[in-house]
């Protein structure tokens, strides 16, 4: 414990520890300071400009008695802190800490979320815990879909596919009239978007498959289904995909999507589905 003593105009520091014997900072412009170190003459100045128990709490105190034996110090008697971030470096786990960035009591550079990645670098703040993140910090999107690994319900998106909130490629259905296999015109720009698709994946290959209503006889069905997905493969062919990519079945009324007891149901049974495998 340093200790100070007030002798009318003179103030006598006596430091327990670290000081030489009979060491004393005199409070009085004619008395010598001859033989006083840099450090002892920051002690007085510190004794003459404030509070002596402020100046006791100050840097030219506080630490000069707890520095280990072997640290380098600076010409207070402090440890060096070379990166300047609060931790001197014999206890500094992370040396180097770019100037301004906050730190922890270890002297690292603070990660609030846990992911690895210090915040002044976190693109992701926020990041759920153990959620895999990329080297800025954020949830990892293997597939590039825009929806994150960790909430991706279909993992492996073909690249430019327009997708839905959970990450699954919604490929529009084209709807055919009662006893028809022409695609209609409104159904084109989906096919096209299928086409940029299939160019921007070179290994994509797909399932076409064909439905109907369950009006007619069930052979007559499975026969326009498979008219109706030849449909759909060969305007995706005309748009540049190799037919080999493309694999068309008639499912006839065997896999309705709604209620055949409506016409509105059954509108929507006469379709085509296009599915990816693997």
């Not at 002297?107 to 976190?122: Q, R």
């Not at 909430?151 to 259905?173: H, M, N, R, S, V």
């Not at 055919?176 to 940029?196: A, G, N, R, W």
């Not at 439905?211 to 289904?225: K, V």
Request: aromatic residues 6%; glycine residues 10%; contains cysteine.
């Amino acid at each position: 414990m340093n200790k100070i003593t007030l002798l009318g105009g003179m103030i006598i520091c006596i430091l327990t520890l670290g000081c030489a014997p009979n060491y004393s900072l005199m409070d009085s412009d004619s008395h010598s300071k001859k033989g006083i170190s840099p450090r002892e003459d920051a002690q007085l100045s510190c004794l003459k400009s404030g509070p002596t128990e402020e100046c006791m709490r100050s840097k030219q105190y506080s630490l000069k008695d707890q520095t280990p034996s072997g640290v380098k110090v600076d010409e207070l008697g402090c440890p060096l802190d070379s990166d300047g971030d609060g931790v001197p470096d014999h206890l500094d786990k992370c040396p180097g800490t770019p100037e301004g960035v906050k730190v922890d009591s270890r002297g690292c550079p603070l990660d609030s979320d846990g992911d690895g990645v210090p915040d002044y670098l976190d693109k992701c703040l926020e990041t759920p815990e153990g959620v895999e993140v990329d080297c800025k910090g954020c949830p990892l999107d293997s597939d590039s879909d825009g929806v994150s690994d960790s909430f991706d319900k279909c993992p492996g998106t073909p690249l430019g596919a327009l997708i839905d909130e959970d990450g699954c490629w919604t490929i529009g259905e084209p709807l055919f009239d009662f006893d028809k296999s022409d695609i209609k015109t409104e159904y084109h720009p989906i096919l096209d978007q299928v086409i940029i698709v299939f160019e921007r994946n070179p290994s994509l290959r797909a399932e076409v498959r064909g439905y109907t209503d369950n009006f007619g006889a069930q052979a007559y069905n499975q026969i326009l289904s498979n008219r109706r997905a030849e449909a759909v493969v060969s305007y995706l062919v005309q748009g540049g995909v190799d037919r080999n990519r493309l694999y068309p079945v008639g499912y006839g009324f065997s896999t309705p999507r709604a209620s055949n007891e409506s016409a509105e149901g059954r509108a929507l049974n006469r379709r085509v589905e296009i599915l990816p495998v693997q």
